[in-house]
């Protein structure tokens, strides 16, 4: 493990090497879990008109603003799930603002916008039953009934604002929405409305990945840069390490100090079990993305096939690897806390009208 200070105080780790033994993930019983997930339930009926269907079953977003890459609803969801656990697999925890001690005590309140499938919600409403958790996306791809009383979701997009109150949240989640917003509005929109629903003294936490690999093979780095082309067309930046803590810091609402954590996970069998997990996942990432990749690179599908199996090929022999990041930040407080209104009711508290 190596860690190192910069800038911004980064705390940075690699977290797997061909000595890590990690445990078992995704053997067994949990892929029967996610292949079953489409005849689970776990997407209600309630939400299908937002859908349209394509190859017989396929659902498709409906929703005209979506940027989104992959647009495949089931392999979406099935995908974001396993991402989830190769995330907590590769940090070892949910979160790092300090707030782990207010949610095991109780009433806190949390926010996980962008939040998908709702998998690191859930998850976090299950370990913290005393506390609160709303997962908010304007893909309506979370459970509405399968989930733990504590955990809730709403439709919303961030861009037209959060329906919530002022100051309402102890910590406020957005994970790998990195590619959803321009440089402009995570700047002017997203941070600002972020902050405005975290409550004073709360805590506002991202979490995101590198899309430029290190050690990139010549087929891997076709690929990353044709990705990074489609999204500095869109007006979206990168590398993020440098402009998520600058536009949070910029903010002006959050104390002086971001902080910025680093892990570094190698990819590929010679890395062990978890560069074993991230290459399966990486390779399925490929795979969802073939249609727009494949025209971005002006190849047909079958060649975009060949250059991802080129790729898994690649990084075994380039022992490639990605960063991925924490940015916290504590929102400032501007009056004593006695002063700061509570709602009282969870229900009546965070929907503003
Ligand atoms: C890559 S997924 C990450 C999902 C989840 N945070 C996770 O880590 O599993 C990005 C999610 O952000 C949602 N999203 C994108 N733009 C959004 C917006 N403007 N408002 C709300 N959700 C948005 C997408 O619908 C998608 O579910």
New binding site residues.
């Given amino acids: 493990m190596g860690i190192k200070q910069s800038k911004h105080n980064i705390t940075a780790t690699i977290v797997n090497s061909s000595k890590d033994r990690p445990d078992v993930l995704l053997k067994g019983e949990r892929r029967k879990k996610f292949r079953s997930f489409r005849s689970s339930g776990l997407l209600d009926s309630s939400i299908l008109e937002n859908w349209r269907f394509s190859h017989g079953d396929k659902r498709i977003h409906n929703l005209k603003n979506?940027?989104?890459l992959s647009p495949v609803v089931d392999e979406e969801v099935e995908r974001?799930q396993r991402?989830?656990r190769l995330f907590k697999r590769i940090w070892q925890s949910n979160f790092s603002s300090p707030v782990e001690e207010k949610l095991k005590s109780g009433g806190a309140r949390i926010l996980?916008?962008?939040?998908?499938?709702g998998?690191?919600t859930i998850e976090m409403a299950e370990s913290f039953p005393k506390s609160t958790f709303t997962g908010?996306?304007?893909?309506p791809?979370f459970p509405q009934e399968k989930r733990p009383v504590n955990a809730k979701f709403l439709q919303?997009?961030?861009?037209d604002g959060l329906p919530f109150l002022d100051d309402t949240f102890d910590l406020v989640h957005m994970?790998?929405?990195v590619t959803?917003f321009t440089a402009k509005e995570w700047e002017e929109k997203v941070i600002p409305e972020l902050v405005r629903v975290t409550r004073q003294g709360g805590w506002v936490e991202f979490m995101e990945s590198d899309i430029q690999y290190l050690n990139e093979g010549p087929t891997t780095q076709r690929l990353s840069n044709a990705l990074m082309t489609f999204m500095k067309g869109k007006g979206i930046l990168q590398p993020i390490d440098s402009y998520i803590p600058s536009s949070m810091e910029s903010c002006e609402k959050f104390e002086k100090e971001i902080k910025v954590e680093q892990k570094t996970c190698f990819v590929g069998k010679w890395a062990g079990e978890l560069g074993q997990l991230a290459i399966d996942d990486i390779t399925k990432g490929w795979a969802a993305v073939k249609s727009p990749m494949s025209s971005m690179m002006g190849v047909k599908a079958s060649e975009y096939d060949d250059s991802v199996q080129t790729f898994a090929k690649e990084v075994e022999q380039y022992k490639t690897s990605f960063k991925t990041w924490r940015f916290f930040g504590q929102k400032i407080s501007t009056t004593s806390s006695s002063a700061i209104t509570t709602p009282s009711s969870w229900d009546q508290s965070e929907q503003s009208q």
């Fill in positions: 979506a940027k989104l974001l991402q989830h996980d916008v962008g939040c998908g499938p998998t690191w908010v996306d304007f893909a791809i919303a997009n961030i861009l994970r790998l929405l959803a």
